[in-house]
């Protein structure tokens, strides 16, 4: 019976392994530059057109991790996720980090900064979607990063 018992609880461990298994990592300081894009970290950036602020799109399948941010800016025309708000051209951000996701099917990089100023100063938020995305190649499979888009930020002397 203990023998039985034991393959069991192997088998639910193994499946639970292998169905779907979730990492976040912060790669900001790693010598991952693959993955960095050209975000600077601690450098201010300023927001160059008004974005929309909603929550974090992955967020809601993620496993709560501490480091998520809740929020994310969106283009104003993006149906993502409902608007929470608006934050204003000419808000300053600064960029604190990269988290690196990793799952069965996929893995992407999120760009993480903070707001520095108005209404939603001190909140951390996704630049994902209003960053230029750039495909990557690799061994494995496709990956990207995220680069500053010229159009939603411009760096601050701040």
């Given amino acids: 019976m203990k023998t039985l018992s034991f393959r069991a609880l192997a088998l639910v461990v193994v499946v639970l392994l ?7 990592t912060d ?3 790693g010598n991952d530059q693959m993955h960095l894009g050209n975000y600077q970290v601690g450098a201010t950036y300023r927001l160059r057109q008004d974005a929309s602020l909603a ?9 709560p991790f501490a480091s998520t941010p809740s929020h994310a800016l969106y283009p104003l025309t993006s149906h993502w996720s409902p608007a929470q708000g608006t934050v204003a051209a000419g808000t300053h951000l600064r960029f604190q980090k990269v988290l690196y996701l990793t799952y069965v099917e996929d893995e992407t990089t999120f760009p993480i900064a903070v707001i520095l100023d108005g209404r939603y100063a001190g909140m951390q938020v996704g630049l994902q979607d209003i ?4 495909l990557i190649s690799s061994a494995v499979a496709p990956k ?3 680069l500053v888009d010229p159009q939603w930020l411009e760096k601050d002397r701040r």
């Fill in 131 to 134: 960053s230029h995305r750039e």
């Fill in 18 to 24: 292998f169905s779907g298994c979730i990492t976040l």
């Fill in 27 to 29: 790669i900001t300081n």
């Fill in 144 to 146: 990207n990063r995220f």
């Fill in 55 to 63: 929550e974090f799109g992955w967020r809601g399948s993620l496993p």
